[in-house]
């Protein structure tokens, strides 16, 4: 199979923190509760946005494994980022740190995009699935979000999702009616890794092609733990060894180095692949499906929904 390897990955997620301020039941980091947590330096942040800045357009996401909102510095650094040109910025949140402060730090920063992960409007069920979280308050949160943002006439897209679990199927559709016309998206995700291989997802087995495909993460984005050290994709949530030390290398040269080729050398003879997160992921099945999506999307003044 032929497939291009850009010079650089056009989509780059920089993990902030993989501290959490939730305990959430379907979280793959239940996997590894003594992983070791940290904060990625600013200046590290900042470099590795200063060598990207050269190969625009470089969407990214500074965000994964924990929640970005206890980095002390993340308003000034997506805005570093907004600076040197990366876009679009999309963050992800459970917002109960989302003071006013913040909320408007990160509007004025230039956020592109921010997904806040709710999963439902029964406060019982809440407490349930996210576990050491407040609904009350990120309700509050997320509603002074929206209303800040229409005030100052923001560009900002606010998404709130759901991941369908045992705990809120029965309350979906209440959770989809009480924001579809307030967010601009609501997006339903399924339950992945519930087996204790991140990115499994027995259902999606059904979809696509039954026959195993090259996937399109390994050529076309990169994930830098709070350390430096690289992954492959948002389903990468404990690689060992690491794809590269961009801290010490740079993102290129690990772009571009031994690791990587080993990896994508798999994908394009996927009947030889052995990766062990990649092994038992249904992931790559997304790229082959018409709309590339998994799960429900609703936008706001309309609805579609997606098998």
């Not at 998206?185 to 026959?211: F, K, M, N």
């Not at 010490?248 to 009947?271: M, N």
């Amino acid at each position: 199979m032929t497939i291009k390897t850009p010079a650089f990955p056009s989509r780059l997620t920089l993990e902030l923190t993989n501290q959490c301020n939730y305990k959430c039941a379907m979280c793959p980091s239940r996997f590894d509760p003594g992983e070791a947590k940290g904060m990625m330096e600013p200046k590290l942040f900042k470099r590795l946005v200063d060598e990207a800045s050269g190969h625009l357009p470089v969407a990214l996401v500074p965000f994964f494994r924990g929640e970005s909102l206890l980095h002390p510095a993340i308003a000034n650094l997506i805005a570093y980022a907004k600076g040197k040109g990366l876009g679009p910025v999309q963050l992800a949140s459970n917002g109960l740190l989302l003071s006013e402060l913040m909320a408007k730090r990160l509007l004025d920063a230039g956020l592109d995009f921010i997904s806040f992960s709710l999963d439902t409007m029964d406060e019982l069920e809440y407490r349930r699935i996210r576990k050491g979280g407040d609904l009350p308050q990120v309700l509050r949160n997320v509603r002074r979000f929206l209303r800040l943002r229409d005030q100052g006439g923001y560009a900002t897209t606010v998404q709130v999702s759901a991941t369908r679990t045992g705990l809120n199927q029965e309350s979906m559709q209440k959770f989809i009616a009480a924001w579809q016309n307030v967010a601009d998206r609501v997006r339903i995700y399924y339950e992945h890794s519930a087996d204790g291989h991140t990115g499994s997802l027995p259902g999606l087995g059904q979809a696509g092609p039954q026959e195993r495909l090259a996937c399109q993460k390994p050529f076309s984005e990169m994930v830098v733990y709070h350390n430096g050290q690289a992954a492959l994709c948002n389903h990468d949530w404990y690689r060992d060894p690491p794809l590269g030390d961009v801290g010490r290398s740079g993102i290129q040269a690990v772009w571009q180095g031994e690791a990587y080729a080993r990896l994508r050398g798999q994908h394009k003879d996927p009947a030889g692949l052995s990766d062990a997160t990649c092994l038992h992921c249904d992931h790559w099945r997304v790229h082959y499906l018409e709309n590339q999506l998994v799960g429900e999307l609703y936008l706001k003044e309309q609805s579609t929904a997606y098998a």
